[in-house]
């Protein structure tokens, strides 16, 4: 079994209203060296077997197609997380 | 004529919006999201609510449903589409109509009677109005922020494919205080605020007289008209 690990993050130019109160209230605990915050999505993604090179491919449209809204997401990444990370 | 109301997991106001048809004066018909069939109806509204509890993203999901797949192939023929709140996320969830919805800037769930400014008339759903006219309706959304690359937002205001704008206080932030947009040939409509709380004297928002307000009936006569004509 692998894990296949797909982030995704709303496009740069669009306002975060989550991370901007995030960054608030980081502000008033007293964290003021921390500026912007932004907030994505993280899937994990189960399959059996070995991720070959199609199934990766697979995915990758997966994520364009249904994980993210392209219009207003950006998929910044598709990995194979590392048995380290786990 | 027969307009169908489709039930995802999670919809809300799909009753108010049969009831809205009647109001009309046309025969509303119950779809459910998992078939593959529209029981022959001329036109088709998704209602608001929380659909798949907004999981993934606002009508993300629904979008994706079984009958989707004719909801789009009869959109695609010229056939009325209304998608009302939560039903306009997913009208943009299935590229039938263009940018995408999401949290207000304020962060806040808006509830409350909202002004709005018709600005086209070339739709079949808002062919009752008259460019400029200004109606009040109810909105009630936490994710209503209407976005699009600068680009696709030239694209839309260029080729005037928006139908509704908010007037006075944008609740949502959204660019060009877009509040409702139909696509180019003008049967696919999607707008934030519900026409559906606005069809009968006594339940609808408080303009010239207590709760009198009955702006949203002229959406769902418009629509009947198109077909009929």
């Not at chain 2, 056939?79 to 995408?100: D, H, K, S, W, Y």
């Not at chain 2, 962060?107 to 018709?118: A, N, P, T």
């Not at chain 2, 079949?124 to 309706?137: D, H, L, S």
Request: include cysteine; proline fraction near 4%; glycine fraction near 12%.
């Amino acid at each position: 079994m692998a894990v296949i690990v797909v982030d995704v993050m709303p496009k740069a130019e669009i306002l975060d209203p989550q991370g901007k109160a995030v960054s608030r209230a980081l502000a008033r605990l007293g964290h003021g060296e921390i500026g912007d915050v932004r907030l994505g999505k993280r899937f994990e993604l189960t399959v059996e077997g070995e991720v070959t090179d199609a199934l990766l491919e697979q995915v990758r449209k997966i994520a364009d197609d249904v994980l993210a809204n392209t219009v207003i997401e950006d998929v910044v990444g598709v990995r194979v997380q590392d048995e380290a990370d786990r | 004529m027969r307009v169908g109301v489709i039930t995802f997991p999670g919809t809300l106001d799909d009753r108010d919006a049969q009831r809205a048809v009647r109001l009309a004066g046309h025969e509303p018909v119950a779809l459910w999201h998992g078939e593959h069939d529209l029981h022959g109806v001329d036109a088709l509204v998704l209602p608001g609510g929380f659909s798949y509890g907004d999981y993934l993203r606002c009508g993300a999901i629904a979008a994706r449903s079984p009958i989707m797949t004719e909801v789009v192939e009869a959109a695609e023929r010229g056939m009325p589409v209304l998608g009302i709140c939560n039903g306009f996320q997913m009208l943009t969830e299935a590229r039938l109509l263009p940018g995408g919805l999401v949290r207000n800037a304020t962060g806040l769930f808006v509830r409350r009677d909202q002004r709005l400014r018709v600005e086209r008339t070339t739709t079949a759903w808002t062919n009752r109005f008259e460019v400029g006219q200004e109606i009040v309706i109810p909105l009630k959304n936490g994710e209503g922020r209407f976005v699009a690359t600068p680009d696709e937002i030239e694209r839309i205001e260029g080729e005037g494919l928006v139908v509704f704008r908010y007037l006075g206080d944008d609740p949502n932030g959204s660019i060009d205080a877009i509040a409702g947009i139909a696509n180019a040939a003008g049967n696919v409509m999607g707008l934030m605020p519900h026409p559906e709380h606005a069809v009968e004297l006594g339940f609808g928002p408080t303009t010239t007289r207590m709760k009198a307000g009955i702006d949203g009936l002229e959406i769902f006569k418009s629509a009947l008209e198109a077909v009929a004509a």
